[in-house]
């Protein structure tokens, strides 16, 4: 799930136009949001065994992540790019044949 998330965020983030200290603002969120995803889902994982449940149970468990990662992106993009992002990372980890409830 990490390369899943740090790949979607980096094709994602060069849709970005911004200046750079807004681009190192995001580059942070986006590194907080992706840990949040990560630990959430590997928790969730290892109580429910499933993963469709799992993303989405790590998506609202990191709405405050999510919330300061939006914050810091153009806002005409921020929700088509959120909605793009989470739709690719719930894609590809539902497409992983891997089973990380022993992680």
């Known amino acids: 799930m990490r390369r899943t998330i740090a790949l979607v965020l980096a094709a994602?983030?060069?849709?970005?136009?911004?200046?750079?200290?807004?681009a190192d603002l995001f580059t942070q969120r986006a590194a907080e949001w992706h840990q949040c995803i990560e630990r959430e889902y590997l928790r969730a994982m290892r109580?429910?065994?499933d993963k469709?449940?799992?993303?989405e149970i790590a998506f609202s468990?990191?709405?405050t992540e999510e919330r300061a990662l939006v914050s810091s992106?153009?806002?005409?993009r921020a929700?088509?790019?959120m909605s793009q992002v989470k739709a690719t990372i719930k894609q590809k980890?539902?497409?992983?044949g891997t089973d990380v409830r022993g992680a």
Do not use: Q
């Open 12 to 22: 994602f983030g060069g849709c970005l136009s911004a200046p750079e200290a807004t």
């Open 47 to 49: 109580v429910f065994a």
């Open 52 to 55: 469709a449940n799992s993303v």
């Open 61 to 63: 468990l990191c709405e």
């Open 73 to 76: 992106m153009p806002s005409s």
């Open 79 to 81: 929700s088509w790019w």
């Open 93 to 96: 980890t539902l497409a992983r």
